[in-house]
């Protein structure tokens, strides 16, 4: 709670006189900065020096008045003249004004007045109020009320200094020491608990708040304003408000100010005015805000002696707008007025400061220091002499100074004596620049710097440049090296050349490079450029080589040597800086060992000293020269058809280096071809080789040349013949040399053999998988027609059926591979009509009967005799005899005997129709195993899906039967269909020559094929069968 102390219920800071009743009276009507502070001891063992303990806690508020400026007049500086004339003997002013006062008890303690608490201190800040702030925290008054918390002095006239509530006090605001740790302070505000940073920023808000409202500065000037409005130099300018008058004539404190008028601005005025008296101009006043409006500033622009009138302020308006510019002008506040920091300069003191100013500020040359008075400062600097070698190690610093008209060379012993050197604050600016030795025209800017001077031993005016800090590496590049040293607004200059010369010794040789970093060749073939080496020291200068300068070349990748033969032609410059090459040739077999980068580097080293030339290179393989076939025996057992599972082609250049990826080979195929059609230029790999796996098929026939080219250009560099193996088709089933007329020659068993005369099984008919297998059948007779094709099976073709002509005479048919026309044989038989004697009984079907017979040329002389019955007819197994009509006048004796040998004959016929029977059986089981094959062939691919999509139903095949009239199918469908057909009881053929008619519907031509022969075989009525695909 707040502390009040009444006497007689009459508050005592209320009693007119004092300094509390006059500071009272003398603060603005604005809110107090009003803190409560509560002190309490963590440890209760901590004691005073007199070893009391310290009570448990101490309580004291803080009460800060603002004492605003009225009038342009410090409100401090009416309460210091009124405690003055009250006769209270204070002697403080208004820069020493104590701006805190305690009181004890409600007693003033009169010795206990302090400059700040640390929280009141006047802090720079940034900021555009930062000036106005701080100039403001010397207008508050801050009285502390303490309780008996506090101990005071046995004078009662101050608080004990040492007492830990006094420290802790005191140092309120600042960050606690380690005594004061063991003192906590609770702060409070309107009952509110804060931290010291928010008192901070309250405080700083009030005291800104307090100037807008209350301070007023000067209201007004003599003359009339120049408005400027939202000036863009308010931190130059040192204002805040957006509108300020612009005025040349102030009256204040009874002395007129005007502008023009020459003023000195005494040391330590305000902030920037700390080292010396500064003799100025003054050009404009300024004043914040409009007349009447309160917490406005008040400022002075003067120029200073040393800077022009062009460089100083200057007041512009542009049709009615008005601006100011501060430029090199200084603006103080009007405070250096009131203080008498600011006094008027006669005409007569301004003179002599103006020659003082030239004499002072006009330098006449400039000079270095010697290593020797570099050394007398403690610095280790000085340039070279005119000429070094390079690599001279550069200065520490280089030193130069400023000398005044009265140096001259006959002080000159006397260099480093400060009335030689000025001392003023020059700016001095050092430009470094090089020139080449081969162009001096071309100047290269190294460093530009500028500094003030310095001071080392007592001795001012230094101006020390750190040189090899900055550059180490300096001197070490051949050439000319300028220091040019000037000051800034002087003609004052000075020069000094350095010669660096180039090392004598070689350390490295280089190739003078057009911009291309890595160099193409093939190997064996001439570089595409002239290469040009230059020689260089060890600091990368370039020198001349020697006059005969014996070099070699050698080849290298990644650290390894890459073996290699080089020829080139040599050359060197008339000057010796340059060394030539033309017409290299690199040769090397070892490329593979560097694929598939090919990256290499061309070393051009000198036989006489240890240098050389390091030039990255890439060397690719030459063109392409040789090729080698995988595997090595390609070529052996290629059959037409046969697809190439292996084949690589490994390509090699000149000298045995395989070929470069995607180097491209032209392929020429005879025989060959490729699966996908497309360019014949081929791609090498990354292992120099060209894959051709799976993608060669063998077109050529049987035993017929395939050849493989391989072309770099149009050079051939490879060609391969090899040839198919052969094979031959025969007949493996006997055939009649005569055979009777219109009959047919059935079972004829074809076979495709190879060089062993075993049959290729591989000959397989599979026309879904694209290797069609059929044989063909031609003859004179057949040529208009189309021809019947037969499928193999494993090797071997069985053809069923082929009729033979009716008419006598020689019959002649060929048979060969549909596709392989090579595979071919011709088969000839002697057709003949067969005679019916008296005799001649027709040949019955049966085998049985067959195997009667007679078919040997012992009866065929003897009159024919016919047998009517089988074996089957005699149940007992005898054999019926009939009688010769000639045997009758024969002696019964002989007809004995002549039976007795025809019985022995036909037994061994007997035996030799049983054998053929069994082989005849053998053939009969073979063709059914076929047959079977054949069927699930055909099974196979029809599908059972197949038969849904036909497109063909049974009247649709039975109208295209019908449609033939002249057929013996069209007549029997159309009495199947008259009404007579139920009286012949009929009804059930119709179904039957329904689906006969339905199965003559195929898909292909071998299944017609098929179904031809297989009508041909039987005794039904023949239906003629068409393919859908046809």
Request: proline share 4%; net charge neutral.
């Amino acid at each position: 709670m707040p502390i009040e102390f009444q006497v007689n219920d009459t508050n005592l800071a209320e009693i007119e006189g004092g300094e509390v009743a006059t500071t009272n009276l003398q603060s603005c009507n604005g809110p107090e900065f009003v803190l409560q502070l509560r002190f309490h001891v963590n440890d209760t063992n901590v004691k005073v020096d007199s070893g009391k303990r310290s009570p448990l806690e101490a309580n004291a508020r803080l009460k800060c008045v603002y004492l605003p400026v009225v009038q342009g007049k410090e409100s401090i500086d009416v309460i210091l003249e009124k405690l003055e004339a009250d006769g209270y003997g204070i002697t403080e002013n208004f820069e020493s004004f104590s701006h805190v006062s305690v009181r004890r008890l409600g007693r003033l303690l009169p010795d206990c007045r302090w400059a700040w608490l640390p929280f009141m201190e006047p802090k720079l800040r940034k900021g555009d109020k930062a000036e106005v702030l701080k100039r403001c925290c010397f207008r508050v008054k801050c009285f502390v009320e303490t309780d008996a918390g506090f101990n005071p002095t046995p004078s009662k006239t101050d608080l004990a200094h040492h007492h830990p509530y006094t420290i802790a006090l005191r140092n309120f605001g600042n960050k606690p020491s380690e005594k004061e740790k063991d003192i906590h302070v609770e702060i409070s505000k309107d009952g509110k608990k804060v931290t010291l940073l928010q008192v901070e920023k309250q405080y700083q808000d009030w005291i800104i708040q307090m100037h807008e409202h209350y301070d007023e500065e000067v209201d007004c000037g003599e003359d009339q304003p120049t408005f400027v409005l939202s000036p863009s130099h308010k931190k130059e300018l040192g204002v805040s408000s957006d509108v300020m008058r612009i005025h040349k004539v102030l009256r204040r404190k009874g002395i007129t100010w005007k502008s023009g008028q020459k003023i000195k601005i005494l040391k330590g005025a305000c902030r920037g005015f700390h080292k010396n008296n500064v003799f100025a101009t003054l050009e404009y006043i300024i004043l914040e805000g409009c007349q009447g409006e309160s917490g406005g500033e008040a400022r002075i622009i003067c120029r200073p002696l040393n800077v022009p009138a062009e460089n100083g302020s200057r007041l512009i308006v542009d049709k009615g707008c008005a601006t100011i510019e501060i430029r090199d002008s200084k603006s103080l506040p009007i405070s250096v007025i009131d203080t008498g920091k600011c006094l008027s300069v006669d005409i007569t003191e301004w003179e002599n400061q103006i020659l003082k100013h030239h004499e002072k500020s006009t330098p006449s040359s400039i000079d270095i220091l010697d290593a020797k008075q570099c050394e007398d400062l403690g610095i280790e600097g000085a340039l070279p002499q005119d000429v070094v070698d390079a690599g001279h190690e550069p200065p520490e610093a280089i030193v130069a100074i400023v000398r005044p008209a009265s140096f001259s060379s006959i002080t000159a012993s006397a260099s480093l004596d400060q009335k030689y050197i000025m001392k003023e604050n020059f700016q001095m600016t050092l430009e470094v620049k090089f020139e080449a030795e081969a162009d001096r025209k071309q100047l290269g800017h190294i460093y530009s710097g500028r500094l003030t001077p310095s001071s080392r031993k007592g001795l001012n005016g230094l101006y020390i440049f750190p040189l090899k800090e900055k550059f180490p590496v300096i001197f070490q590049k051949a050439g000319f090296y300028l220091f040019r040293f000037s000051l800034q607004d002087s003609c004052a200059k000075f020069e000094k050349e350095v010669h660096v010369k180039a090392l004598s010794e070689a350390a490295s040789w280089k190739l003078i490079s057009d911009g291309k970093t890595t160099l193409n060749v093939r190997v064996g073939s001439f570089f595409p450029e002239f290469l040009r080496v230059a020689c260089y020291d060890r600091f990368s200068n370039r020198i001349p080589f020697k006059l005969h300068t014996k070099i070699k070349m050698k080849l290298s990748s990644s650290g390894n040597a890459v073996e290699s033969k080089c020829s080139y032609d040599q050359f060197i410059s008339p000057d010796r800086y340059t060394m030539k090459f033309k017409n290299i040739i690199i040769e090397t077999s070892d490329l593979d060992k560097i694929r598939p980068s090919y990256e290499a580097t061309l070393h051009i080293c000198s036989k006489d000293d240890p240098v050389s030339a390091a030039i990255p290179c890439t060397v690719i393989p030459g063109p392409l020269q040789r090729v080698l076939l995988h595997p090595v025996d390609f070529g052996k057992k290629l059959v037409p058809g046969m697809i190439i599972k292996e084949l690589a082609l490994e390509t090699f250049d000149k000298y045995g280096n395989h070929m470069r990826k995607d180097e491209h080979i032209k392929l020429m195929l005879e025989g060959l071809c490729l699966l996908e059609k497309g360019d014949y230029f081929l791609k090498v790999d990354v292992h120099g080789c060209v894959n051709l796996n799976g993608t060669l098929k063998v077109t050529a026939g049987y035993g017929k040349p395939v050849f493989l080219s391989i072309f770099s250009g149009d050079e051939v560099v490879l060609k391969k013949e090899f040839q198919t193996e052969e094979r031959w088709l025969r007949v493996a089933s006997k055939i009649p040399k005569v055979c009777a007329a219109g009959s047919h020659l059935e079972d004829i068993v074809f076979e495709v053999i190879n060089s062993a005369g075993e049959v290729d099984e591989d000959i397989h008919d599979e026309e879904e998988n694209g290797h069609s297998h059929t044989l063909l059948i031609r003859q004179d007779s057949m040529r208009g027609e189309d021809n019947v094709k037969y499928s193999f099976s494993h090797g071997r073709c069985i053809v069923r059926s082929i009729p033979l002509p009716k008419n006598e005479g020689l019959f002649c048919f060929i048979a060969n591979h549909s596709r392989f026309h090579e595979l071919q044989t011709s088969i000839e038989a002697y057709v003949e009509k067969v005679v019916n004697s008296e005799h001649e009984i027709p040949q019955p079907r049966n085998l049985k009967k067959e195997l009667m017979l007679l078919g040997d040329s012992y009866y065929s002389k003897a009159p024919e005799v016919v047998y009517e019955h089988t074996y089957d007819d005699f149940s007992d197994g005898s054999i019926l005899l009939l009688k010769d009509p000639c045997a009758s006048a024969e002696p019964e004796g002989g007809l004995q005997n002549q039976l007795e040998k025809k019985l022995v004959d036909d037994i061994f016929k007997c035996g030799l129709s049983i054998n053929k029977c069994d082989a005849n059986l053998k053939i009969l089981r073979f063709r059914e195993s076929n047959i079977v094959l054949e069927m699930s062939n055909l099974g196979a691919k029809i599908g059972p899906d197949s038969f849904h999509n036909l497109g063909y139903n049974r009247n649709m095949v039975v109208e295209r039967i019908e449609g033939k009239a002249d057929t013996a199918a069209a007549v029997v469908h159309k009495l199947l269909r008259s009404p007579i057909s139920k009286q012949l009881h009929l009804q059930y053929a119709n179904d039957i020559l329904g689906v006969v008619a339905l199965l003559g519907e195929v898909h292909t031509h071998k299944l017609s094929s098929i179904s031809r022969g297989r009508s041909n075989a039987c005794c039904s009525m023949q239906i003629p069968c068409s393919c859908q695909s046809s």
